[in-house]
């Protein structure tokens, strides 16, 4: 191959953030023989957004790239069972990446896959196939679905006794060498922008060992891809530091917990952003305002999906910076929703809700389709809220109608059952599954007898 076509093949393979082209198979063949590539990695999400891969030596990438590679879906949370668990890898040839690391010495690829059944059809409990079925859905009536979120996360040290310890004690955008991660999260932000994301900002976060790193906004699908990838990448560039990177919601008692703020957008078919018009105050369209009437008359009902641990609802509490009241606001944080000052095509919706430990192919979906019911039935949201809403007391939220979010995944569980909406966007089979695997782990926690129940009660009673 000559020089000048590999750079472009190269190039083209690490576009990501809505850029991405899809190469052919015979591209993906050439690039990994130049390059040395020994092993495909075929990646996929679990029903929890827990990242899960096959690995196959090159000589098979031929027949994983003609959807020829098998796996056992009764061994994936929310997938099939024994009896009918034999499944196909379909790699999406448009996220082919050269991983920019050597696994024991030999260097690997990777292509997301969705997952499809014998019969060629994609099979419903694969949540990147739902999100792919809910953006068919916007596009169809003329909506792109754009989403740029911003993962926080703690880096941790393992301590002599295994225990976990924040590595640092320094706050907000603080520097180095206060901030003992600067240099971790420069090689995070190296090894993402090799692999083609475009980073927009990082930083040192609240909380002591807390930090977050920003990447462009991009459609539904890119993204939620981007977000899987941020977590490996993050988790993989802490542990050759020595260190333990959690996108856990709350992993400390006392400090601020980690968030995943979703900053959202529709578009036309020309890239138009749909949320803005000049004229309108705050210069919000009626789309805009839609879609943030069906986010807050739903947000009850999806909770669960966009928080789905029993811990997140550890950091949904008044105190910690965390959004727990439904209200929106043009600039207010207190508020569940707000609009970043930017105009133009930044418009955009906050939503500071969802946290990291979401699975993003199905929080997209939920979140998208939400508000898409809120456009499609005009669905006026309250007058915005521009007061501290943490300054309110009870009877003042409820004199200004400002209900608040489950105050536990039980609570958050309960309207999931009732979300007619959770149900259209997760289809059957993951509303289903999702409804079970958390009904269990709530079930488990509840006969759970933690050491601040022992400590507390055991001398007294």
Request: proline share 5%; net charge negative; aromatic share 10%.
């Amino acid at each position: 191959m000559h020089v000048k076509k590999e750079e472009k093949l190269m190039a083209t393979a690490s576009k990501l953030n809505g850029k991405r082209e899809t190469l052919s198979d015979e591209a993906i063949v050439s690039l990994c023989r130049s390059k040395e590539v020994q092993f495909i990695q075929l990646q996929f999400v679990d029903v929890h957004g827990k990242p899960k891969q096959m690995t196959v030596h090159s000589d098979l990438l031929e027949r994983a790239l003609n959807n020829e590679i098998m796996l056992d879906g009764s061994s994936i949370a929310g997938f099939r069972s024994i009896e009918t668990s034999d499944m196909y890898f379909y790699p999406d040839k448009a996220t082919f990446q050269i991983l920019p690391w050597l696994q024991g010495g030999r260097r690997s690829a990777r292509l997301i896959c969705d997952i499809y059944n014998p019969d060629g059809t994609p099979f419903e409990g694969c949540p990147r196939n739902n999100l792919k079925r809910v953006i068919k859905k916007a596009a169809s009536l003329g909506y792109t679905y754009n989403v740029g979120p911003e993962l926080e996360f703690f880096l941790l040290k393992r301590n002599p006794d295994g225990s976990l310890t924040t590595q640092d004690s320094a706050g907000y955008y603080d520097l180095a060498p206060d901030d003992l991660g600067d240099e971790v999260r420069c090689k995070i932000v190296d090894t993402l922008e090799s692999m083609g994301f475009a980073i927009e900002a990082s930083h040192h976060e609240v909380a002591n060992g807390q930090h977050e790193i920003d990447f462009e906004y991009s459609d539904a699908l890119s993204t939620a891809d981007n977000v899987i990838d941020f977590k490996i990448v993050t988790r993989k560039i802490a542990s050759e530091y020595g260190l333990h990177a959690t996108f856990m919601p709350k992993p400390f008692f006392g400090i601020n917990g980690s968030g995943m703020h979703a900053n959202q957008s529709l578009s036309d078919i020309n890239g138009s952003n749909l949320f803005l018009d000049e004229k309108a105050e705050y210069q919000l369209s009626e789309t805009c305002l839609n879609y943030i009437g069906g986010t807050l008359k739903h947000i009850r009902g999806f909770a669960a999906v966009t928080n789905p641990l029993i811990n997140s609802y550890k950091r949904l509490v008044p105190g910690y910076e965390a959004p727990v009241y439904i209200a929106w606001s043009p600039s207010n944080r207190s508020a569940l929703i707000r609009i970043p000052a930017k105009r133009g095509r930044s418009t955009r919706m906050e939503l500071r809700s969802p946290d990291p430990s979401c699975n993003p192919y199905l929080a997209f979906a939920v979140m998208l389709t939400a508000g898409l019911d809120g456009v499609q039935k005009k669905i006026k949201p309250p007058s915005p809220t521009t007061v501290n809403i943490y300054h309110l007391n009870e009877i003042e939220r409820e004199e200004q109608s400002i209900p608040s979010l489950p105050g536990s995944l039980y609570e958050a569980l309960e309207e999931y059952k009732k979300s007619e909406i959770s149900k259209e966007a997760l289809g059957e089979h993951i509303y289903a599954e999702f409804l079970k695997a958390k009904t269990r782990e709530w079930d488990e926690y509840k006969t759970y007898v933690s050491s601040w129940e022992t400590q507390r009660y055991i001398n007294t009673y």
